[in-house]
């Protein structure tokens, strides 16, 4: 899915957002997947969101602990 909307993306400009039905697990491969084919502009509430339960913890937390060691990494 994230490559049809980088294709579509390319092919008519128009950014079309995701929502992704998903457990906790999923949604951090999902992320990943996200950050790679679609890049840091669709990590965002307007392009992309999740439905399930108990996703938002689990994800700040490894969003947090990347971003802790990327800052770690470049110091």
Do not use: M, N, Q
């Amino acid at each position: 899915v994230a490559e049809a909307l980088a294709a579509h993306h390319r092919r008519s400009g128009v950014a079309v957002g995701l929502k992704i039905g998903c457990r906790p697990v999923e949604a951090l491969a999902a992320v990943a997947v996200i950050r790679s084919v679609l890049g840091e502009d669709w990590l965002t509430p307007e392009r992309l969101r999740f439905g399930g339960p108990g996703l938002l913890v689990p994800v700040l937390a490894d969003l947090a602990a990347t971003e802790g060691a990327l800052r770690a990494g470049a110091g």
